[in-house]
């Protein structure tokens, strides 16, 4: 797949949202864009990477096609987009029985896969058995719109002040990247490290922009005004506790960015005061450095060493990477908190629960009530 550049003028006085990485999540994308009243009056830009990693993948492409028939949407491609759009046009039986050891994977990591989804929509559930050769050409004939609109997304949007891509670019000669391989824009792993700063604002997803967190994890879009960079990938689907980012600016012109979020998580209201812990403490094991030796195994906690520092953490947190003993994502950071706070909760332990507030992950050890159930496991 080749880039696909696209210049647009955003015209004056419309609101511009702009969303990346919803991983099939189309409950979290219908409750951002009610929640910011969204209409035909607003420009929406969906950052690339709409399917896998959640539980609803075709509907996920089917809102957004829907979207983009009353509104004004503009859709990019992902890397996990092209992945899927380069399997949906094949005609090698190889790359199809790789996608069906895939996908039937993926059932058992995120409930659900695209694949999985199309088998069942057309009557033909997909297991080990499950003959390829019969059901792909029954999927190409079925799906063809979601196959087209696939094929239709763009690698670069270019607007006046932001330039969105899923990934993100290497320099801003946009000329020059048009025509070359897209698959290094879409897929530019940890592209805030790379240390570019740019005229414009790149505005990008693909990368959870919590692992940029210095201290403890932080689910918010990091905007760098200086180096101009945004990166708004929430970790939605990708951890239980990310979220969808949607940022909204009131107009082109403005750099006056506000923020609505979603995680499906239930919802608690603290009883009590809590101060927080040094910032500066507070230690954050993310899955780009996760290896750890146990020091004492708990029932609930165990004590742990990263990089040889001392830790407590869930010990459901402990899992074994490929023969490598680590922690999946957590921190210490005791988050500060008021009586009324509204706490987004992630994982009960006796003495206290891990929960985000405001898009930021932390423990909190006083009294709550529940004001959403959990959903039925
Ligand atoms: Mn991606």
Redesign the pocket.
């Known amino acids: 797949m080749i880039t696909t550049l696209q210049r647009i003028a955003f015209p004056d006085h419309r609101r511009i949202l702009m969303i990346s ?1 919803l991983h099939g999540h189309a409950d979290g994308l219908r409750h951002v864009l009610r929640q910011a009243r969204f209409g035909p009056d607003d420009i929406l830009v969906i950052v ?2 709409l399917v896998e990693k959640g539980p609803q993948s075709l509907e996920t492409l089917r809102l957004v096609m829907a979207l983009e028939k009353e509104c004004t949407v503009y859709p990019l491609m ?3 987009d092209l992945w899927r759009l380069e399997f949906l046009q094949s005609d090698d039986p190889r790359k199809w029985e790789e996608m069906k050891h895939y996908s039937l994977r993926a059932k058992t990591w995120w409930g659900n896969s695209m694949l999985g989804e199309m088998c069942a929509e057309i009557g033909m559930p997909l297991t080990a058995e499950t003959d390829m050769a019969t059901v792909f050409p029954e999927i190409q004939l079925h799906f063809a719109p979601e196959i087209a609109f696939l094929s239709g997304l763009i690698t670069i949007l270019d607007t006046q002040r932001i330039t969105f891509v ?2 993100g670019i290497p320099h801003e000669r946009l000329d020059e990247l048009a025509g070359t391989d897209a698959y290094p824009l ?2 530019f792993d940890d592209f805030y490290s790379a240390g570019f700063s740019f005229r414009k604002y790149v505005a990008v ?2 990368w959870p922009a919590v692992l940029y967190s210095p201290t403890y994890p932080d689910f918010r879009p990091l905007i760098d005004r200086r180096r101009r960079i945004i990166s708004m ?1 929430g970790a939605c689907g990708v951890k239980s506790e990310g979220q969808l980012n949607l940022l909204i600016l009131p107009d082109w012109r403005s750099d006056d960015f506000s923020l609505i979020t979603w995680d499906g998580l239930p919802v608690i209201q603290a009883l009590d005061d809590q101060t927080g812990s040094p910032a500066e403490n507070a230690r954050y094991i993310r899955w780009n450095d996760h290896a750890i030796y146990v020091q004492r195994r708990g029932g609930h906690q165990s004590l742990i060493l990263h990089h040889g520092m001392p830790m407590n953490v869930p010990t459901s947190c402990i899992f074994d990477h490929d023969g490598v003993l680590s922690c999946s994502d957590i921190t210490d950071y005791r988050l500060p908190v008021s009586a009324g706070d509204t706490l987004h909760l992630i994982l009960r332990l006796p003495n206290g629960c891990y929960v985000k507030k405001n898009g930021i992950a932390g423990w909190y050890m006083g009294r709550y009530t529940r004001i959403t159930e959990e959903e039925p496991s």
């Open positions: 990485d690339g990477d992902g890397n996990v899923h990934g879409l897929k997803g693909h990938d």
